[in-house]
């Protein structure tokens, strides 16, 4: 019996039809990463609609999203739906029929650049940011003069979020840190972006560098910067205030003392708790912080050894925000790390079903839990479409290898073996000169 699979592509791609709306799972749920469209994926998309709706408006107490886009989010999404038309650098180069409302506006935006007021430019370089236009997003920004920074709050704002943006572009954080210092020195004092550049570099060193001297340096400042807010008075300050004790309790957590770390964290939760009740702010940003604060929490108590909170934290990230399969991905690390196997394969099994970003760690995961309980041939396919959704992953490679070579699929492992070999010698082969510039 021959089966035949019925598809629609050809006559939507024929009739303009075929976008995010009608694509994979991973295309709608992280649509406005593609076109600032759709409000039914995880926070992290959402946040990202709630930038790009955010440019033009006018509101003096307008807050960014404070996640991390990752740099490899939009070429992954792009790659794994199929819809390379969004590979753009610049918003301008979406093609006409794929051109959303929100999108014009961004791109109009950017074509007037050079006139746009402090605030306007740095709404438009966060909604760069976010949909990973990191180039346009620094050419946006421009490089303001120390005068500037320390006229305008929202300029120095600007040049933290055209830093970030430049780490995607393949500059070190630590290159960066000169970016974040020369904000914190001259931005206005009491500001949003003094406060910002200290969080800034208390993260920058005590999670990138374990710096002891530098950390506290820096945490002691973002306590500095937090006390001139008005959290009993404001929910946008509560929520400053409970972004920067994620960041302040960096310098307890470098010199051991996790019960100072706990208790730091127990009022940013209680902070966040507040301004969640009370919406005052953007409901997607309160959910939002809630996110961050469960990741550092889940953190905290595994450095301190408490694998029940852990486990805790864990569970609760991925019924706060079921859509992102980061949360998932988390749980089953938990769950590996304490020796469910079975439960960990469930949860890496979630991350996999939502797809994009992440698909090609999901499947390498999924496969190390299989080939952890012995199933080696679902293990082999597992780490194939690791591979096919991420082709340089070597690990996955590695694991393809083995579980090929383990049940008997030679032609599959000799593959696998040659194509480590070109990977490793194409990382030691030196570049030519063409490929340099």
């Known amino acids: ?135 346009a997003a620094v050419d946006v920004a421009g490089t303001p003069s120390t005068d500037e920074i320390a006229a305008d709050d929202r300029t120095g704002l600007t040049a933290l979020r055209a830093a970030s943006a430049m780490s995607k572009l393949g500059h070190s954080t630590h290159s960066l840190v000169p970016y974040s210092v020369r904000v914190y020195d001259h931005a206005p004092s009491g500001g949003r972006a003094r406060l910002a550049a200290a969080v800034n570099l208390a993260i920058h060193f005590g999670r990138a560098t374990r710096d002891r001297a530098a950390t506290e340096l820096w945490s002691a400042r973002v306590d500095e910067e937090t006390a001139r807010l008005s959290p009993g008075d404001s929910d946008v300050d509560a929520l400053l205030e409970s972004v920067a004790l994620r960041a302040a309790c960096f310098g307890a957590f470098v010199r051991g003392d996790h019960a100072d770390v706990a208790r730091t964290l127990e009022r940013a939760w209680e902070l966040g ?80 079903t939502l797809g994009a970003p992440t698909s090609g760690a999901a499947w390498y995961c999924v496969a190390r839990s299989q080939e952890m309980l012995g199933d080696l041939p679902a293990a082999c396919h597992a780490y194939g479409s690791s591979v096919a959704a991420q082709p340089l992953g070597l690990t996955a490679l590695l694991g393809l290898h083995r579980t090929a070579a383990a049940t008997g699929r030679a032609t599959l492992a000799d593959w696998a073996r040659l194509r480590l070999e070109h990977l490793r010698g194409a990382v030691k082969r030196p570049l030519a000169a063409d490929e340099t510039r």
């Open 1 to 135: 019996m021959r089966l035949r699979v019925l598809t629609a592509t050809g006559v939507l791609a024929d009739h303009g039809l075929l976008g995010p709306d009608v694509g994979a799972l991973s295309g709608v749920l992280l649509r406005p990463f593609l076109d600032l469209l759709g409000d039914t994926g995880p926070i992290n998309a959402r946040t990202t609609r709630y930038a790009g709706l955010s440019v033009g408006a006018d509101d003096p107490d307008w807050l960014a999203p404070q996640g991390n886009v990752k740099r490899a989010l939009r070429p992954n999404l792009i790659r794994e739906t199929g819809f390379t038309d969004y590979d753009v650098t610049w918003p301008s180069q979406l093609p006409e029929h794929l051109v959303t409302d929100p999108w014009r506006a961004l791109s109009e935006s950017v074509a007037r650049r050079s006139g746009l007021d402090p605030d306007a430019r740095y709404r438009v370089v966060c909604a760069l940011y976010r949909v990973g236009l990191f180039r």
């Open 273 to 352: 708790c507040r301004v969640r009740a009370n919406q005052r702010v953007p409901a997607v940003l309160a959910e939002e912080n809630r996110y961050a604060l469960l990741e550092t929490r889940i953190n905290a108590a595994v450095a301190r050894g408490d694998r029940e909170a852990a486990l805790t934290y864990s569970a609760a990230l991925t019924e706060h925000d079921p859509l992102e399969p980061r949360a998932w991905l988390q749980l089953g690390a938990v769950h590996t790390d304490d020796g469910r196997i079975a439960e960990a394969l469930a949860a890496f099994q979630e991350a996999v």
